[in-house]
């Protein structure tokens, strides 16, 4: 294995069985070292930075957040299926891509940059692309399939049971499944409990998250949402309330799939931490996005129509749920 490394280098590192790495610096000057190890089928990314006030938590690989993260370090173990990387055949390669992205707040001193990742490998003998599957994964602007449900407590698969206690967390989930689509921030923008799988005018509604993205929830209980693991997930623990107590309950949210870098008062997701206040799920830096939940959000940017016209908004319903008495 050769490896050349450096700041404001280009890196080149060659691995075993024909896997080839070659990651570019980005044309600004980034004070820190990257290194990558492309493995069979996954790939692994240290980010080692020297800036004191970078936020090594605001790195993303595709829409994958940190695996694990330091001060100094971000650290990133992923499958090549996954994080939006797009697959090249050419010749006799088979050359995997993405792009190590750094997104920066508004007031931040530093800026914004995009580093791109790429692995490429020997095409094996005995692979060929199926003729429905462009062998090019290309961002595009196209439908988008969402997904929400009711989690087991590690969020590793469906919930076991649909009966919650009284003041237990009913973990959920939302995704949008984006493969051959521009990397996306996922976000819940309204939530409320009902009794039935349809809304109507007189049905009795309990608010969980309103006003473009606040978790009203939190204020008075232990609910919040989660770290993300991708961009394209949010996670919600939800503390059970005192709703329709015993009866099948569903919950009714609009998902909303929007740019990670266009995020304001109406595009958030927030909740309230005791002691600290409203703060934004995605950037604390830019908590101050979270400061209209307590009156009116109202975005200060014109609303974008195609957005709509591309399926960039879903409603969707959760259910049905019981909420049981301890003592019953």
Same mark, same amino acid.
């Given at each position: 294995m $050769?490896? +050349?490394s450096g700041k404001h280098s280009v890196m080149m590192v060659s691995f075993g069985? %024909?896997?080839l790495l070659l990651s570019l610096a980005a044309a600004m000057a980034v004070y820190a070292d990257m290194k990558v190890d492309c493995g069979p089928d996954f790939v692994t990314l240290m980010w080692t930075e020297s800036r004191p006030q970078a936020d090594t938590s605001l790195l993303r690989l595709g829409n994958c957040f940190p695996?694990?993260?330091s001060a100094g370090e971000a650290y990133f173990y992923v499958d090549l299926t996954d994080c939006n990387f797009r697959r090249l055949v050419t010749g006799d390669a088979l050359v995997y891509s993405n792009d190590l992205t750094y997104v920066a707040s508004a007031d931040s001193y530093n800026l914004a940059f995009t $580093? @791109? +990742?790429v692995c490429a490998y020997d095409r094996p003998k005995d692979w060929y692309a199926t003729i429905y599957d @462009? +062998?090019?994964?290309?961002?595009? =602007? %196209?439908d988008l399939q969402f997904n929400i449900g009711l989690m087991n407590d590690d969020f590793s698969g469906p919930a076991e049971s649909t009966r919650f206690p009284? %003041?237990?967390i009913i @973990?959920?989930?939302?995704?949008v499944v984006q493969e051959t689509h521009q990397p996306l921030l996922l976000l819940l923008e309204e939530c409320v409990a009902a009794t039935t799988p349809e809304l109507y005018p007189e049905s009795t509604m309990y608010p969980i998250i309103s006003n473009k993205g606040? =978790? =009203?929830e939190s204020v008075s209980s232990r609910s919040k949402f989660e770290p993300r693991q991708k961009s394209s997930e949010i996670r919600l623990s939800l503390q059970t309330f005192t709703f329709a107590m015993g009866e099948e309950v569903f919950i009714h949210c609009k998902l909303l799939a929007w740019d990670p870098n266009g995020l304001d008062s109406t595009k958030k997701a927030c909740h309230f931490v005791e002691g600290h206040g409203w703060e934004l799920l995605d950037n604390l830096a830019q908590s101050n996005l979270c400061d209209c939940c307590e009156s009116k959000c109202k975005s200060r940017r014109q609303r974008s129509v195609a957005s709509e016209k591309h399926g960039m908004v879903h409603k969707a319903v959760i259910g049905p749920f019981t909420i049981t008495d301890l003592n019953s």
């Open positions: $050769h490896c +050349v069985q %024909g896997a695996t694990s993260f $580093h @791109p +990742v @462009p +062998v090019f994964k290309t961002y595009s =602007l %196209g009284l %003041g237990s @973990p959920i989930m939302a995704s606040c =978790l =009203l």
